[in-house]
């Protein structure tokens, strides 16, 4: 091959910081995305070399792919812009990489594992926010209890989100709510349960949402029960149980397509300002059937500024041949302590 990494989607709002960081690191990725005024612009900016390259047609996705020894997607939604990328990286002998949050999604890229170690191709999907700090904390709960049967992570803090990050909840919109029970996963209603998590300043209501860890932590731990939970306002939880019958016109496609419009209008991201004062915390708990249990405790910066530090290293990792090839998570590809080689994370036992 080539050239090693090619960042896809690097224009939009966690890409452009995923592509800066990147540069600051030494690497020299080349850009890539649809719209090739808005690629052309940031390469010039970088100093990158860029491709226009959207996903229509699989033997060119995999002509391009097949340059490069492995692609970050930062593209959001991912249920677009993932299954053409894999799909291709997989034929073309290409390790891929993306910061996906989307269950369906990961289920999917978890399913050609087999494919992938055939090829000898890494999968390595979720090295952002959502799935980094939780899949870690997932890891490293279950090492302190390897008898677990239930895994329970909750976040509070998340009070910054991009257009792409907007857009990947409006797909989960028709899902409703989704846990994993005895191994699979279940769908459930908007805020079909709620508990009340102390993450360091006392108590707070949350509830259950149906966000990538119900995918990946089963991987990471071997759990077959878990749950995952966010802080929202209390009028937050009312709305979402008011809304259950409509769940299924989520799905349509031009109340998508609306909505879409709408968060590409309504939302920019947040300034560097913003981010440097926002903080998350997350709490994670396993039990065994025996009644044993552990706890802990994760505090990290914003998530961009962490999904900008953590999917570069997982890139560099995997451009260094550390990662194996095969459907992988973040906590099996680093191990649970990875999250804490990065500023400002830390954690903290409970039990």
């Given at each position: 091959?080539?050239d090693?990494?090619?960042?896809?989607g690097?224009y939009?709002y966690a890409?452009?910081l995923?592509?800066?960081?990147?540069?600051?690191?030494g690497?020299s990725?080349?850009?890539?995305?649809r719209?090739?005024?808005r690629?052309?612009?940031?390469?010039l900016?970088l100093?990158?070399e860029?491709?226009?390259?959207?996903?229509?047609?699989?033997?060119?996705?995999e002509?391009?792919v097949?340059?490069?020894?492995?692609?970050?997607?930062?593209?959001?939604p991912?249920?677009?812009?993932?299954e053409?990328?894999?799909?291709?990286?997989?034929?073309?002998?290409t390790?891929?990489l993306?910061?996906?949050?989307e269950?369906d999604?990961?289920e999917?890229?978890?399913?050609?594992?087999?494919d992938?170690?055939?090829?000898?191709?890494?999968?390595?999907?979720?090295?952002?926010f959502?799935?980094?700090?939780t899949d870690?904390?997932?890891?490293?709960?279950?090492?302190?209890?390897?008898?677990?049967t239930?895994?329970t992570?909750?976040?509070?803090?998340?009070?910054?989100?991009s257009?792409?990050?907007?857009?990947?909840i409006?797909?989960?919109?028709?899902r409703?709510g989704?846990i994993?029970?005895?191994?699979?996963i279940?769908?459930v209603?908007?805020?079909?349960?709620?508990?009340?998590?102390?993450?360091?300043?006392?108590?707070?209501?949350?509830?259950?949402?149906?966000?990538?860890?119900v995918?990946?932590a089963?991987?990471?731990?071997?759990?077959?029960n878990?749950e995952?939970?966010?802080?929202?306002?209390?009028?937050?939880?009312?709305?979402?149980?008011?809304?259950r019958?409509?769940?299924?016109?989520?799905?349509?496609?031009?109340f998508?397509?609306a909505?879409k419009?709408?968060a590409?209008?309504?939302?920019?991201?947040?300034?560097?300002?913003?981010r440097?004062?926002s903080v998350?915390?997350?709490?994670?708990?396993?039990?065994?059937?025996d009644g044993n249990?552990a706890?802990?405790?994760?505090?990290t910066?914003?998530?961009?500024?962490?999904?900008?530090h953590?999917a570069?290293?997982?890139?560099?990792?995997t451009?260094?041949?550390?990662?194996g090839?095969?459907?992988?998570?973040p906590?099996t590809?680093?191990?649970?302590?990875f999250?804490?080689?990065?500023?400002g994370?830390?954690?903290?036992?409970?039990d």
């Amino acid at each position: 091959m080539g050239d090693e990494l090619l960042i896809y989607g690097s224009y939009g709002y966690a890409g452009a910081l995923i592509a800066r960081r990147a540069v600051d690191e030494g690497l020299s990725p080349t850009l890539a995305g649809r719209d090739a005024k808005r690629i052309e612009e940031q390469a010039l900016e970088l100093g990158c070399e860029h491709r226009a390259l959207s996903l229509e047609h699989p033997e060119v996705i995999e002509r391009e792919v097949g340059a490069f020894d492995a692609v970050l997607n930062c593209a959001g939604p991912f249920s677009n812009t993932a299954e053409p990328l894999y799909s291709a990286c997989l034929r073309a002998g290409t390790d891929y990489l993306d910061i996906a949050g989307e269950i369906d999604v990961l289920e999917a890229i978890a399913e050609r594992d087999r494919d992938a170690e055939s090829a000898d191709v890494t999968l390595l999907p979720g090295v952002g926010f959502d799935v980094v700090p939780t899949d870690c904390l997932a890891g490293y709960l279950e090492t302190r209890l390897p008898s677990a049967t239930r895994l329970t992570l909750a976040m509070d803090g998340l009070g910054t989100f991009s257009p792409g990050t907007i857009k990947a909840i409006i797909e989960e919109l028709p899902r409703s709510g989704a846990i994993r029970e005895d191994g699979a996963i279940r769908t459930v209603p908007a805020a079909w349960r709620t508990r009340q998590f102390d993450f360091g300043e006392g108590p707070k209501r949350a509830v259950t949402v149906p966000w990538g860890d119900v995918s990946t932590a089963y991987y990471a731990t071997g759990i077959p029960n878990i749950e995952v939970y966010a802080t929202v306002p209390e009028l937050a939880i009312g709305l979402m149980r008011r809304t259950r019958p409509l769940a299924p016109a989520f799905g349509s496609k031009p109340f998508q397509w609306a909505l879409k419009r709408a968060a590409d209008a309504a939302f920019s991201g947040p300034t560097a300002d913003e981010r440097a004062r926002s903080v998350t915390r997350i709490r994670g708990e396993v039990e065994d059937d025996d009644g044993n249990w552990a706890a802990a405790r994760l505090l990290t910066p914003d998530t961009y500024d962490v999904t900008a530090h953590t999917a570069v290293e997982a890139a560099k990792r995997t451009l260094a041949g550390e990662v194996g090839a095969g459907f992988q998570t973040p906590a099996t590809a680093f191990g649970p302590d990875f999250v804490l080689e990065f500023d400002g994370v830390e954690r903290e036992d409970l039990d």
